[in-house]
């Protein structure tokens, strides 16, 4: 049913230093400039390869005058992207201030995005195509998805859930982290789950994970994940229509919140792809309100240089 993490969503401050920093120096595309479906007053950005695939979205809430937040317990506390094998120099140059950590036999750096949350970028094998653009080269530039990590306020039910009723594994141990895979275990497939009970609990708002989103194909399969959480006792949402895919919710019991996406239709569905996140796109249901919502959004400038909205 469930084949990898479908896209991660964070939130951050202000929504045009998130573009310069995801599009400018991490070289994502942005490939939907959308707004909150369930605040329409604040902008939803999503970043990721040249479709924006399911395993490469990352996605941003822009609340620029919300209270920061704390990274603890009941989170995802790090979103890890996938870079090519021998590409960290690359990485430490362009990034400047970063930590260099070898795990699980894999390079990688780790860094703060504008708003102080953890980002990191893993060293991998990774078959998958970058987006050719924003100043980094295709020998360097990010895949996609690497991996999660979660700081359960629960490792043993967190780990309880994602192996018995989502079909993940444990892959490896290494201190007080497990690895756990789904499918192949390639990135995008990977999650790990770190055992730090001193950890202060974490509080939601600017520079925090809001929920990662884990992909299943198609309708069908998101009823069937959904129907096997509902029967382990967990409280699933009802389907919620997001446009570019359709998604349930739960907060698992370690407090994180975890969604189940799937891969269709995809972010082309209102835009061509070469033309992919050029306009604020907007829901059928939001079209009335184009113009009251657009006067309520401040300007942004996209990498090639189009004003939004």
Known sequence: MITGIHHVTAMCGDPQRNIDFYSGV?????VKVNVNMDDPSTYHLYYGDMLGSPGTAMTFFPWPNAPRGVIGRGQVAATAFS?????????KQRLGESEQFERFGAGGLSFHDPDGM??????????RLPWEGNGVDTESAIRGFHSVTLWSDDVAQTERVITE???????????????????????????????????????MGVGTHHHVAFRVPNDDA???????????????????????????????????????ATDVPGFAADESVENLGEKLSLP???EPQRAQIEAALPKLKTPSGIVIP
């Open 118 to 127: 953890v980002i990191e970028l893993i060293e991998s094998e990774d078959a």
């Open 26 to 30: 991490l070289g994502l595309r942005l």
């Open 165 to 203: 009723q989502m079909g993940f594994h444990l892959l490896v141990e290494e201190g007080n982290r497990g690895r756990f895979a789904i499918g192949d275990g390639l990135p995008h497939q990977l999650v790990d789950i770190v055992d730090s009970p001193g950890l202060p609990r974490g509080r």
């Open 284 to 286: 059928p249901w939001f």
């Open 222 to 260: 998101q009823a069937m994940a959904s129907n096997a959480l509902i029967a382990a006792g967990l409280g699933v949402t009802s389907v919620q229509e997001r446009f570019y895919f359709r998604s349930v919710y739960f907060r698992e019991p370690g407090h994180i919140l975890f969604e189940i």
């Open 83 to 91: 870079v090519p094998v021998g590409s960290l120099d690359f990485w």
